[in-house]
């Protein structure tokens, strides 16, 4: 994933402090009821096909590596 993309994630996170949704050194979370306004955010980054992360009852789960994996079109 490009740097600002990442600077635009990390903002995002950096506004979002409700408990289950966190960015702490390399771990991300975002718990299921930010889910869609993440969504929109990610929803704005050009050609992105996916973020490789990991989905659980309380939301979904990524880390600094998965975001350097993510494809564009």
Do not use: S
């Not at 600002?4 to 702490?24: A, C, L, P, R, S």
């Not at 050009?46 to 600094?64: A, K, R, S, V």
Request: hydrophobic share 35%; glycine share 6%.
């Amino acid at each position: 994933m490009y740097d600002e993309h990442i600077q635009m994630i990390n903002d995002w996170f950096k506004q979002h402090d409700d408990y289950g949704t966190y960015h702490v050194d390399d771990e991300y979370a975002v718990r299921i009821g930010d889910m869609r306004e993440f969504r929109d955010l990610i929803a704005e980054i050009p050609d992105l096909i996916y973020i490789p992360c990991d989905f659980g009852t309380e939301g979904i789960f990524f880390t600094t590596e998965d975001l350097n994996k993510a494809r564009y079109y």
